[in-house]
């Protein structure tokens, strides 16, 4: 059973950049055709995708977030991370990192198969 682990601070004052990690545990990162995603959702809105890394390393971005966001990987630790500079309060949302096996349909969330508990983050000077 593949589990999913998000962590990072809570609360984020504005113009920072926001970190984000997901552990991973109960399968790997580089496991074939597999691809992790970050998705969020603000309070009173929808799932908004906003990147995805893929077994052997390439990334994909939203277009609503490319200028900001960076996904990376450390395939030692089986983890994920976020990266999202500039933030502002609008980025309020829980955060979740999330899985799929294959790359059809990455910015549609319900194709996700496993998902994360969610981090709330706050941006809030």
């Known amino acids: 059973q593949v589990q999913l682990q998000e962590s990072g601070p809570g609360l984020v004052k504005p113009s920072q950049t926001l970190s984000l990690t997901c552990t991973v545990s109960?399968?790997?990162?580089?496991?074939?055709?597999?691809?992790w995603s970050w998705i969020r959702q603000p309070p009173g809105k929808g799932m908004e995708w906003m990147g995805a890394i893929g077994y052997r390393g390439p990334t994909y971005y939203s277009p609503s977030f490319k200028s900001r966001t960076s996904i990376s990987r450390d395939t030692s630790k089986n983890q994920i991370t976020l990266q999202l500079s500039s933030v502002t309060p609008e980025d309020t949302a829980v955060y979740y990192c999330?899985?799929?096996?294959?790359?059809?349909?990455?910015?549609?969330?319900?194709?996700?198969?496993?998902w994360g508990q969610g981090t709330q983050v706050t941006v809030s000077s």
């Open positions: 109960g399968g790997s990162i580089t496991t074939n055709r597999s691809y």
């Open positions: 999330a899985r799929k096996l294959s790359d059809y349909g990455l910015d549609d969330t319900a194709r996700y198969d496993y």
